[in-house]
T-cell receptor
């Protein structure tokens, strides 16, 4: 069974800081997802990765298949980025990490 | 434009009283998923459909049932809700092996 570990569990930073959230998994996968969940529950899919790097606005996601590791970066962080960020991996099913709670202070 | 729609957004039901949550999609995706998410926990997959092919997770209680009458709609039926079933219920859709698109969720309260 794939184990998905995220770090840190909680992160508080000042507006403008560069943010990195890490995800590691134990077994080979076909894809990795980064999701964002705001208070109130709705989940938004940010990225789906199977290799390399993707960028969307201030968000960058990278994955290293050999090391079984992915990172989500937020540049020029803003209070509206405050949310829970969830890493999920797909092997024969989707397995979710426990999430990283990010709080950006103005 | 909303692509995955869940109704209602908030549902209050009484202990033991059957409740149905609905999900609809405009993406024409052939896979639909139901997740249960309790406070501060990761979403837990309850079941999913590949087209009409129903796939139940081994640890999903029998109290939870699902129906998918057509590509666009999927329902989650909780036959006898208990206090432990209070949670956020998330619907998602995807193409096979593709990115999942989530609905806004239905928050269920059991009194």
């Amino acid at each position: 069974k794939n184990e998905v570990e995220q770090s840190p569990q909680n992160l508080t930073a000042q507006e403008g800081e560069f943010i990195t959230i890490n995800c590691s998994y134990s077994v080979g996968i076909s894809a990795l997802h980064w999701l964002q969940q705001h208070p109130g529950g709705g989940i938004v899919s940010l990225f789906m990765l199977s290799s390399g790097k993707k960028k969307h606005g201030r968000l960058i996601a990278t994955i290293n298949i050999q090391e079984k590791h992915s990172s989500l970066h937020i540049t020029a962080s803003h209070p509206r980025d405050s949310a829970v960020y969830i890493c999920a991996v797909r092997d024969d099913k989707i397995i979710f990490g426990k999430g990283t709670r990010l709080h950006i202070l103005p | 434009d909303a692509m995955v729609i869940q109704n209602p957004r908030y549902q209050v039901t009484q202990f033991g009283k059957p409740v149905t949550l609905s999900c609809s999609q405009t993406l024409n995706h052939n896979v639909m998923y139901w997740y249960q998410q309790k406070s501060s926990q990761a979403p837990k997959l309850l079941f999913h459909y590949y087209d009409k092919d129903f796939n139940n997770e081994a640890d999903t209680p029998d109290n939870f049932q699902s129906r998918r009458p057509n590509t666009s709609f999927c329902f989650l039926d909780i036959r006898s809700p208990g206090l432990g079933d209070a949670a956020m219920y998330l619907c998602a859709t995807s193409r096979v092996g593709g990115e999942q698109y989530f609905g806004p969720g239905t928050r269920l309260t059991v009194t």
